[in-house]
């Protein structure tokens, strides 16, 4: 997983863990760590799995949709297209 800088809407995390797949099969999944920004996280809670999420990573824009909360780490798991 590498390090990036996600912003959505008003928020911003810092320290956001992105890992892209090697193929086709594999997606791109960034992990939000609700532990940076948990009013962001409070947010992401409420969006439905097929609701899209404008966002950007490293300064270049992507559609984030919620996969799933990870409750061992404290962060949401986000599918990136």
């Known amino acids: 997983m590498t390090k990036t800088i996600v ?3 008003s928020f911003e995390v810092n320290d956001a863990e992105l890992r892209c797949g090697t ?15 948990p009013d962001l996280c409070k947010q992401l809670d ?7 999420i404008p966002a950007f990573l490293d300064g270049k824009e992507h559609r984030l949709f919620r996969q799933q909360y990870d409750t061992e780490h404290d962060a949401w798991i986000m599918r990136l297209e």
């Open 7 to 9: 912003k959505i809407g």
């Open 23 to 37: 193929d086709r099969t594999i997606i791109n999944i960034l992990s939000i760590p609700c532990q940076s920004d």
């Open 46 to 52: 409420g969006w439905d799995e097929g609701t899209s």
